[in-house]
């Protein structure tokens, strides 16, 4: 008997420890972020896993932050299972705000959330997320666009404009009741709108961007306000980039807005004429480019031809054009060609040179990655070896042309080198293996943790870096060119005659 009472004084105890556990666990946004990278890190994200992490918090958390958050994974990991259990919670609580919200946002057609947000916003009018929702998908699913569900939103947008106001009204600590707002005006092309964001600008709120004044810029046709502040915006995030591949990145940025609001007659003007600090062969060949989207072949290949005469060399930058081909109809393209292949072949040397003088030495970050069966391994078992890195994810279209390149350059097994495919910031890793299997890559197939890109010190993909025998980096490619298939045989070349 004093055993069994003993056994449940103890099994007692135990409960109530759980218990108080349970009842001490926070169901707070920054600890369902922390809970989902732990599980990333240990167990490299299988979905059941994630998906019961955003159920529990689910179930049991206050947090608006974490409940969006918790949907959002569970979605993203079993999408059926998500939506029958948000519409059963919603339909037994029908006038339950936060049920119809998190409901809601799960819910695919469009038209529909907006009509959920318009209940949201009756059932409590002081609510900002029943406005979120109503504003943000008409910002994100109407304007500036002519889709379907674009044409359909357009019919309730004017009659929904007094939501915008009233939610401007709302104090939002991200500012989205103001970009909304912003976009709102844009979208009626209202000049109000540039005053209003420059406004924000100088008094200093989060959401009145350099970017976001530059789209605002490109919407009224005015594609130098838009170039320069899409300039101070790209120095601000890519310090140390060249002036030169700086007023590059700006000047087809603004292009690429230009297009989209409709301005196209404006771009041969700006390329020419606004356009600061890139060399002639560039600019002729972004001319060229423009002049090919619009089908205007004549001039195309007139601009393509000045850049050739001036040492252009990337064929392969034309050949991704989906137009490409009509350029090859031109009666003077077959020389046009072969003067870029001329180019190319005479400035191997130089490049060499540029490359190799590039070379870096910095100690490769302590990281672990895990393999395509689940097994851990780390940088440092990989020592004695030339380890060259390649990061990258399945929705990325450069990481899609470099990873054949890599794939065609391991095929050949150059004895003492490692090529290892890292895949990151993927959502399904079950995507990547298919994608890495049904391509037959002869890369080796890795998965990185949820700090990884943090500790390589890299914010895009393709990031590739070349580790020497000793565990240092040595040479780095951000993004995907045609120069990498003759880099990767520089740069092992290189490291091998090293001691």
């Not at 919407?219 to 790209?234: N, Q, R, T, W």
């Not at 390329?271 to 205007?296: A, C, F, H, Q, W």
């Not at 990873?403 to 895949?423: D, H, R, T, Y």
Request: proline content about 3%; overall charge neutral; hydrophobic content about 35%.
């Amino acid at each position: 008997m004093k055993g069994s009472a003993a056994a449940l004084i103890t099994l007692t105890a135990l409960c109530m420890v759980f218990t108080i556990h349970a009842q001490d666990k926070k169901y707070t946004y920054e600890e369902i972020q922390k809970e989902i990278q732990i599980a990333q890190k240990e167990d490299n994200a299988p979905p059941d896993k994630i998906f019961q992490i955003g159920l529990d918090y689910y179930n049991n958390s206050t947090d608006i932050d974490a409940l969006r958050m918790a949907t959002s994974v569970m979605n993203n990991t079993d999408k059926n299972a998500t939506e029958k259990i948000l519409k059963e919670k919603y339909e037994k609580n029908p006038k339950n705000k936060l049920a119809a919200y998190l409901f809601a946002r799960n819910i695919e057609d469009k038209v529909k959330v907006i009509e959920m947000g318009r209940l949201i916003i009756q059932l409590d009018p002081e609510w900002e997320y029943g406005y979120r929702l109503l504003t943000v998908n008409y910002m994100e699913h109407c304007f500036f666009k002519d889709d379907e569900t674009a044409r359909e939103l357009k019919k309730t947008l004017a009659s929904d404009e007094k939501h915008f106001e009233k939610f401007l009204k709302i104090n939002t600590k991200d500012g989205i009741s103001s970009l909304v707002y912003f976009k709102l005006l844009l979208n009626k092309k209202n000049p109000e709108a540039m005053i209003f964001a420059e406004k924000a600008k100088l008094d200093k709120h989060n959401w009145a961007t350099e970017m976001v004044i530059a789209d605002g810029y490109a919407v009224f046709g005015k594609p130098k306000e838009a170039y320069e502040s899409f300039l101070v915006y790209l120095k601000e995030k890519e310090p140390g980039t060249s002036e030169e591949d700086l007023n590059m990145y700006a000047a087809y940025n603004v292009i690429d807005k230009l297009k989209k609001y409709g301005h196209t007659g404006m771009i041969q003007d700006f390329i020419l004429k606004t356009v600061r600090k890139i060399n002639d062969k560039e600019r002729n060949l972004m001319s060229g480019m423009v002049y090919l989207e619009n089908e205007d072949i004549g001039n195309a290949v007139n601009a393509i031809k000045k850049s050739a005469e001036l040492g252009y060399d990337e064929i392969m930058t034309l050949e991704r054009n989906a137009k490409y081909t009509s350029l090859k109809a031109h009666k003077d393209w077959a020389g046009i060609e072969n003067k870029i292949a001329e180019n190319r072949r005479s400035g191997q040397g130089e490049r060499k040179k540029k490359i190799l003088d590039s070379k870096l030495s910095k100690p490769a970050p302590d990281t672990k990655f895990t393999s395509r069966d689940g097994k851990e391994y780390t940088l440092e078992s990989l020592k004695g070896n030339i380890v060259i890195l390649d990061f990258w994810a399945t929705w990325c279209g450069p990481c899609r042309m470099a990873m054949p390149v890599l794939s065609k350059f391991a095929e050949g097994e150059p004895q003492g080198v490692k090529i290892i495919s890292v895949n990151v910031w993927e959502k399904d890793p079950e995507k990547a293996k298919e994608f890495f299997a049904a391509e037959k890559f002869k890369m080796g197939l890795a998965f990185g943790a949820e700090d990884t890109s943090k500790k390589f010190g890299f914010e895009g993909i393709p990031y590739i870096c070349v580790v020497d025998k000793k565990g240092f980096i040595r040479f780095e490619e951000k993004g995907f060119t045609e120069a990498l298939e003759e880099n990767l045989g520089w740069w092992v070349e290189h490291l091998k005659t090293e001691k």
